[in-house]
């Protein structure tokens, strides 16, 4: 089956340092989805990206997909407390609605 | 957010007991999930519904059914609870076909004993 691995799995890193994660599928996707978890809450959309090597930008985030669709990235710039939480990518493989989701990087801000 | 809420929100039960979770929205959205989180595994499909009384397994499925008579809920059973199904649920909705985002309820926190 399908599998979504994502690295790394944990990040601790000073307040205004960069951050990234990856996430890397066994398949092609149609499509990848990210989200982000605060401790104690539950995930919260944050993007969807759907064309090959596409990059979309929110704020200090971006967003990239793999010229392949089967990669994905999420990059932090200039990291604040407020970052805090775990940050997931799920992938779909057609157009349906079953995602799979990656095993999440847990980022820590150091103040 | 989203109207979604997930009824328990904290259980304890004993292994072989029958448990039973609700899921709740008030967005009218077709489709619903239910997802189980553990440490390592992220968020794992158990199964889905595309609509009333139409569901379908997700990649977890074993020892879990589902059933959806109204739009507005979602129900996950575990018909008899074993020590491995200790986890966090999540309901979570969207609206329309196709790949569109998911609005997830609070969760629910299941312990079996």
């Known amino acids: 089956g399908q599998q979504v691995m994502q690295i790394p799995q944990y990040q601790h890193v000073q307040e205004g340092e960069d951050f990234t994660t990856y996430c890397n599928s066994s398949?092609?996707?149609?499509?990848i989805q990210w989200y982000k978890q605060r401790p104690g809450g539950h995930p919260v959309f944050l993007i969807q990206?759907?064309?090959?090597?596409e990059v979309k930008k929110q704020k200090r985030l971006t967003f990239q997909f793999g010229e392949a669709k089967k990669n994905s990235s999420l990059h932090i710039t200039a990291t604040q407390t407020t970052d805090v939480g775990t940050y997931f990518c799920?992938?779909?493989?057609?157009?349906?609605?079953?995602?799979?989701f990656g095993t999440g990087t847990s980022l820590t801000v150091i103040p | 957010d989203a109207g979604i809420t997930q009824s328990p929100r904290h259980k304890v039960t004993e292994t072989g007991t029958p448990v039973t979770l609700r899921c709740h929205q008030t967005?009218?959205?077709?489709?619903m999930y239910w997802y189980r989180q553990d440490p390592g595994h992220g968020l794992r499909l158990i199964h889905y519904?595309?609509?009333?009384?139409?569901?379908d397994k997700g990649e977890v499925s074993d020892g879990y059914s589902v059933s959806r008579s109204k739009t507005e809920d979602f129900l996950l059973t575990l018909e008899s609870a074993t020590s491995s199904q200790t986890s966090v649920y999540f309901c979570?909705?969207?609206?329309?076909?196709?790949?569109?985002?998911?609005?997830f309820g609070p969760g629910t926190r299941l312990t079996v004993l």
């Open positions: 967005e009218n959205h077709r489709y």
């Open positions: 799920a992938g779909s493989e057609n157009t349906g609605n079953q995602f799979y």
């Open positions: 519904s595309y609509g009333v009384k139409d569901t």
């Open positions: 979570a909705i969207s609206g329309t076909s196709g790949p569109v985002e998911q609005f």
């Open positions: 398949t092609t996707l149609s499509n």
């Open positions: 990206l759907v064309k090959s090597g």
